[in-house]
């Protein structure tokens, strides 16, 4: 059987894959990757299903070998990465020779790095998925020492590279409005869109904490209201006025109001952003959300045909006589 062998560990390395749904009425949020756009990619680079877990790095990823070759693909937050001591590239799949050592280091932007491995990370499956979801209790962090059993591999190319838009260093996420969006005083949504909130540095796979330049945001009527379902994107205000937007492993009902949702599409800047950088966010119709959506899943199922070489082979370039592969020539009788 393949086996990735772990040497050495971040603090918050966790198996993960698209997570479980179904089962918030029994108080399971779905949790899963935090950066499932991150899953895709790799799943795209090694040409397999997104089904496949993989290992999710919250800042520092670690060191490990393999019992026989193995297709990796290094996606999500980058991070400085070498295999036998030779650096390589973010966004794209290599070979993992047997015995050889993959070193991944600390993310040089963004929060949730991913190595996603040929045939997946192949650990037990609990209510139909392998994702550790920490806040229930299932499964838990990596350590030093593990063996990690992996699926079989179909096999595809290596070397192919992605070129992915940047979300690990803040921006705008678009919102929809959501069950107590209307509570909330035309005047104080405007200033919330309005408003530039830093990350703070309390975060989680729950959550992510938003520090506001200026004034916290709240109801006048008081800050508590029925407990209800809540899911992942919401944008609870707390009684401290700094918002909380949701993440994958969230609980599953709460009491504070929400100003808004994050859309899926946009999910993973607010989970990749780091501390102390800045967001914005902007409310849109739900018409143009759902178109939203409709191009996000397009763009995530066209990924595989955006993988490239990272190195162009020459009979692959039709053009290669219109290259000047030589020039500088001399006779050879020139004086030094």
Known sequence: MSMLRVHAIGPAVTVQDLGRPGHIASGLSRGGAADAMAL?????????????????????GGSFTANMPLRIALTGAPMRATLGGAPVAWNASHLLPKGARLEIGGAQAGVYGYLSIG???DTPQFL???????AAGIGAVLHAGQSLPLGPDKGG???QGLSVASRF?????RVIASLQTDL???????????????????????????????AGFGL????SILSEIITPGDIQIPGDGAPFVLLPEAQTTGGYPRIGTVLPADLALLAQTPAGAALRFAFVTLDKALDIHRKFQTALAQLPAQCRPLLRDPRDIADLLSYQLISGMITGTEAP
């Not at 895709?40 to 520092?60: H, V």
């Not at 260093?169 to 996420?173: E, I, L, Q, R, V």
């Not at 006048?220 to 800050?223: E, H, K, P």
């Open 40 to 60: 895709a990619e790799g799943a795209a680079l090694l040409r397999q299903s997104t089904d496949f877990a993989a290992l999710e790095m919250a800042g520092f």
């Open 119 to 121: 045939g997946g990370i």
């Open 128 to 134: 139909g998925a392998r994702a550790t979801h920490l």
């Open 157 to 159: 190319p290596v070397g």
């Open 169 to 173: 260093g803040g921006g705008t996420a």
């Open 184 to 214: 909330f005083s035309l005047d104080e949504i405007a200033r919330f869109q309005a408003t530039i909130f830093h990350r703070d540095a309390r975060a989680n796979r729950q959550g992510v904490r938003l520090i506001p330049e200026g």
């Open 220 to 223: 006048a009527s008081g800050q």
